[in-house]
């Protein structure tokens, strides 16, 4: 996994992607919402989708690593009651919203940096994810080692 592949994570089409599959998750999609003036995008929503999309990278790249699927369930779950209270549609928030691209993108940059990732190889992913689930943070709360 290349630092370039890490920073496609945050493109458009793997938030969405993430947002989608979590509409299909958790109820079905529903009309699109005319919206005359978007919203700003929440901190915790780049946040979840950062966070959830690393941890699935990692969990790719790494063969003692994978995603928990209950902890990622409720993860999801968290994030639509969220949306949900702050008053967007949770299965199409991306409609109500400005692009989070830019947000997500600032996470992956720091993420990289912080791990200095410009051409992991596999052993390095596994690190970076051991190192995650040892800090609980947002990322290695959704992972879980599993026997190599």
């Keep these: 996994m290349k630092a370039e592949a890490l920073m496609r994570l945050g493109k458009h089409r793997v938030w969405r992607k993430t947002g989608i599959a979590l509409a299909v998750c958790f109820g079905s999609l529903g009309p699109a919402i005319a919206q005359t003036e978007l919203r700003p995008t929440p901190e915790y929503f780049a946040e979840a989708v950062f966070d959830m999309s690393m941890a699935q990278a990692l969990a790719r790249s790494c063969a003692t690593i994978s995603v928990d699927p209950i902890r990622s369930g409720a993860r999801a ?3 639509l009651g969220q949306l949900s209270d702050d008053g967007f ?13 830019g ?18 190889g596999e052993e390095q992913v596994c690190e970076v994810a051991m190192a995650e689930m040892t800090a609980e943070s947002g990322i290695g709360l959704l992972l ?5």
């Design 77 to 79: 779950e968290a994030l």
């Design 144 to 148: 879980v080692e599993v026997p190599g």
């Design 89 to 101: 549609d949770a299965t199409a928030p991306h409609e109500q919203m400005d692009d989070p691209d």
């Design 103 to 120: 947000a997500i993108e600032v996470l992956q940059l720091a993420f990289v940096e912080r791990y200095d990732l410009n051409a992991p």
